[in-house]
């Protein structure tokens, strides 16, 4: 079980209520994982990207698979927007 579980977790209800978009900060992710996110997250853009196939990447995992991807990243105001994704077909 991955530590971002329960990012994954509250993804998925979001999306089982019928929400396309989940727009968070910074500080209310860590407050449902329960941690600091690391220093990355807020300094490197390339942390919230919807990545596949690249084991490093653990949190993108509990987004991807509850069916959302990272929008709208703002470093500067530690937001992040978690869009639906599309389905394929």
């Not at 209520?17 to 989940?22: D, Q």
């Not at 990545?51 to 995992?61: E, F, Y």
Request: charged share 20%; hydrophobic share 40%; glycine share 8%.
């Amino acid at each position: 079980m991955s530590a971002y579980n329960p990012l994954f977790k509250l993804l998925s209800l979001k999306s089982a209520g019928g929400m396309k978009i989940v727009s968070v900060t910074f500080s209310q992710i860590e407050a449902v994982l329960g941690f600091a996110l690391p220093d990355t997250a807020r300094n490197n853009p390339h942390w919230w990207g919807n990545v596949t196939g690249d084991t490093r990447h653990v949190q993108c995992r509990a987004w991807l698979n509850a069916g959302f991807e990272t929008r709208n990243l703002s470093l500067s105001e530690e937001r992040v927007d978690f869009v639906e994704r599309e389905s394929a077909g």
